[in-house]
């Protein structure tokens, strides 16, 4: 299995920014894949998730209404749509693959991890 991120990088604040998790084709439709983000000297932050499906979404509640996730079915591919960032999403954004619906904004509950990339907000 395999989670591979990419998209971060530096954008002012109010900017937008798009990251990308490839997962490899036969794993794609097993898992809930969700995005988190981890903040020097902070714990790993639950960011947003969508069903195997692709039916149901969630997200946290500092991203709500500004983030948006999508998954896309040919590309084997999940998406994290940023929108007016904010200092405070600046962190490393970690891909990740859950396996329980009602687990999958819980960090231990997570079954595979992918490396992160860092978004970087200045104000």
């Known amino acids: 299995v395999q989670l591979q991120a990419s998209g971060g990088g530096l954008v002012q604040a109010g900017g937008s920014l798009r990251l990308s998790c490839a997962v490899s084709?036969?794993?794609?439709?097993?898992?809930?894949m969700g995005w988190f983000r981890q903040a020097p000297g902070n714990e790993r932050e639950f960011v947003a998730a969508?069903?195997?499906?692709?039916?149901?979404?969630d997200y946290g509640d500092p991203v709500k209404g500004r983030f948006s996730i999508s998954r896309d079915a040919k590309k084997n591919t999940v998406y994290l749509q940023m929108n007016h960032l904010r200092s405070e999403d600046t962190a490393v954004y970690y891909c990740?693959?859950?396996?329980?619906?009602?687990?999958?904004?819980?960090?231990?509950?997570?079954?595979?991890w992918g490396q992160g990339t860092l978004v970087t907000v200045s104000s």
């Open positions: 990740a693959a859950g396996s329980v619906w009602t687990r999958v904004d819980r960090p231990q509950r997570i079954d595979y």
């Open positions: 969508i069903s195997s499906s692709g039916g149901s979404r």
């Open positions: 084709a036969h794993f794609f439709t097993s898992y809930h």
